[in-house]
């Protein structure tokens, strides 16, 4: 298992946030959020910012996640 100290090491390489505790509740909520567990709007309420904050900020950092099912994405990138 990965030790604390590691885990805060690569939480300490996002630049976005100053504090390694809002650092980490980002990692939290990324893998959440890609992983179907929690809502953008759950995921900006954890982070305490607005949902168009959140979304912007996925999006600068180049992480994309969707709700849709994977059949759905594949219909959409046949159009």
Do not use: H, T
């Not at 805060?8 to 100053?18: D, L, S, V």
């Not at 607005?50 to 990138?77: R, T």
């Amino acid at each position: 298992m990965v030790s604390r100290e590691a885990l805060q090491e690569i939480a300490g390489n996002i630049q976005i946030f100053p504090e390694i505790e809002q650092k980490e509740r980002f990692l939290f909520v990324v893998v959440a959020l890609v992983s179907r567990i929690i809502s953008l709007k759950k995921a900006a309420e954890i982070m305490e910012l607005e949902v168009e904050v959140l979304l912007q900020l996925l999006e600068i950092m180049g992480i994309e996640f969707s709700y849709l099912s994977n059949e759905d994405i594949a219909i959409e990138k046949s159009w």
